[in-house]
């Protein structure tokens, strides 16, 4: 176990909340607060498409906003792997379930996996470095987004190109 002092491990672990609470409320700009100047953001195993700054991270939000419809991220199981005071590492297992607006009708999607993430510590607040979604299970419709098929039939997924 990683030994970090206890106000450090709650900042990170607020973050990784109001991630999930800013997502969920479609507060797009207080996301990309969350994230450092210069970052990773890629959930692309679901069809999202990774980007590299704070701007980017807003701007992919406000694009895909047209099509996200209510949404819940439960995010649990936190980690911290790595701490060196000022940067971080760690993870988190999120279940997210939600509607994409798709062609005039709503599909449901459920997407079970862990944020592989990079903080860092800019003055006394923490921030995203690298947000990186990873599957733990098939996701289940991503493909109405892009990326990812779930064969109920066969139990397993595929990736499309």
Wanted: hydrophobic share 35%.
């Amino acid at each position: 176990m990683v030994t970090v002092p206890m106000d450090e491990r709650v900042a990170i672990q607020e973050l990784t909340r109001l991630y999930a609470l800013y997502c969920d409320t479609h507060a797009y700009q207080n996301v990309a607060s969350l994230f450092t100047n210069d970052c990773v953001y890629d959930e692309a195993v679901v069809g999202g498409r990774p980007v590299k700054t704070r701007s980017e991270v807003l701007q992919l939000f406000l694009d895909a906003s047209k099509k996200l419809g209510p949404m819940m991220h439960i995010c649990t199981n936190q980690i911290i792997t790595e701490f060196s005071g000022r940067t971080a590492s760690g993870l988190c297992y999120v279940l997210a379930e939600g509607i994409f607006y798709m062609d005039g009708t709503e599909k449901p999607f459920r997407i079970f996996g862990y944020y592989d993430d990079r903080y860092s510590k800019e003055g006394d607040r923490w921030y995203f470095k690298s947000r990186v979604l990873r599957l733990l299970v098939p996701s289940q419709g991503a493909p109405t987004f892009g990326g990812i098929s779930y064969d109920t039939a066969a139990t397993h997924f595929t990736v499309r190109e």
